[in-house]
Nanobody, 116 residues
């Protein structure tokens, strides 16, 4: 069984920066994709960024120029750095792992609040 644990959320002023981390434990092998999603109150969960085990990245258009996703395959961790935070970036951020073969996992989420 795979578990994902996020950390790094909190209250940040607009214009500031934040780094979220996610540690995966359990049986993870082969090609996989780790990513971050977010869900604001009253809105659907949306994709923020993903990174494959080979290092290929994808960013949502709304945040592409302000975020960086990275991972450490040896430690099974994925991080998300967000710069120039805006109030609309406030949401619960979820770590996700697509391990293939129908194995799809979510973390419990970490709250990010951006004050204006």
């Amino acid at each position: 069984q795979v578990q994902l644990v996020e950390s790094g959320g909190g209250l940040v002023q607009a214009g500031g920066s934040l780094r979220l981390s996610c540690a995966a434990s359990g049986s993870i092998f082969g090609f996989n994709v780790m990513g971050w999603y977010r869900q604001a109150p009253g809105k659907q969960r949306e994709l923020v960024a993903t990174i494959t085990s080979g290092g290929r990245t994808f960013y949502a258009d709304s945040v592409e120029d302000r975020i960086t996703i990275s991972r450490d395959n040896a430690k099974n961790t994925v991080s998300l750095a967000i710069d120039s935070l805006k109030p609309e970036d406030g949401a619960v951020y979820y770590c996700n792992l697509d391990a293939g073969a129908g194995r799809y996992y979510w973390g419990q989420g970490t709250q990010v609040t951006v004050s204006s």
